[in-house]
């Protein structure tokens, strides 16, 4: 019986400034991952129907893979990749090439324009990285978390019990 070869994971992007967010919406329990200057490397096999994954993705511009990494996070791996040059314009894309892969397509929850992050003290306060995101930190103390910043909505009231 001939093995499946293997096909790319579904990927999510975005990016600021200074890094690229990118998650692998894959279940993998060990997947191999190689963050180089010019790709990232991903290979892992699905937790739920044993489906191999498998994609290089060449990067648009250089990162610094010494102070990016990743982390799974059970149903998905989320990456953050520092770029290079901290003061270069957006990326036009995620990679070199022209035509858009399938697999990839924008993470909205996390994007920002460029145009957002230039503007001073609109949109409220910048998010957490994706590093104090995963320790479970606040931007005040990165070690512990807070919930006294999140706003109350109407949603919040007290809603009258069944009969």
Same mark, same amino acid.
């Given at each position: 019986? %001939?093995?499946?070869?293997?096909?790319?994971?579904?990927?999510?992007? %975005?990016?600021?400034?200074?890094?690229?967010?990118?998650?692998?919406?894959?279940? *993998? #329990? !060990?997947? !191999?991952?190689?963050?180089? /200057?010019?790709?990232?490397?991903?290979?892992?096999?699905?937790?739920?129907?044993?489906?191999? $994954?498998?994609?290089?993705?060449?990067?648009?511009?250089?990162?610094?893979?010494?102070?990016?990494?990743?982390?799974?996070?059970?149903?998905?791996?989320?990456? @953050?990749?520092?770029?290079?040059?901290?003061?270069?314009? $957006?990326?036009?894309? @995620?990679?070199?090439?022209? /035509?858009?892969?399938? $697999?990839?397509?924008?993470?909205?929850?996390?994007? #920002?324009?460029?145009?957002?992050?230039?503007?001073?003290?609109?949109?409220?306060?910048?998010?957490?990285?994706?590093?104090?995101?995963? *320790?479970?930190? *606040?931007?005040?103390?990165? %070690? #512990?978390?807070?919930?006294?910043?999140?706003?109350? !909505? *109407?949603?919040?009231?007290?809603?009258?019990?069944?009969?």
């Amino acid at each position: 019986m %001939a093995s499946e070869s293997p096909v790319p994971p579904p990927v999510l992007w %975005a990016q600021r400034k200074e890094n690229i967010f990118l998650t692998f919406s894959v279940e *993998s #329990k !060990d997947p !191999d991952i190689k963050i180089e /200057k010019d790709s990232v490397h991903f290979k892992g096999i699905s937790a739920q129907d044993n489906k191999k $994954y498998e994609v290089i993705i060449p990067l648009f511009d250089a990162v610094v893979p010494e102070t990016s990494g990743f982390v799974n996070k059970g149903r998905c791996i989320e990456m @953050l990749l520092r770029k290079e040059k901290e003061d270069a314009p $957006y990326w036009p894309s @995620l990679t070199k090439d022209k /035509k858009k892969p399938h $697999y990839l397509k924008i993470d909205f929850n996390k994007w #920002k324009d460029e145009d957002d992050e230039n503007e001073e003290g609109g949109g409220g306060e910048e998010p957490l990285d994706l590093f104090q995101m995963l *320790s479970g930190g *606040s931007k005040d103390n990165p %070690a #512990k978390p807070s919930f006294d910043d999140l706003e109350s !909505d *109407s949603d919040d009231e007290n809603l009258p019990d069944l009969e």
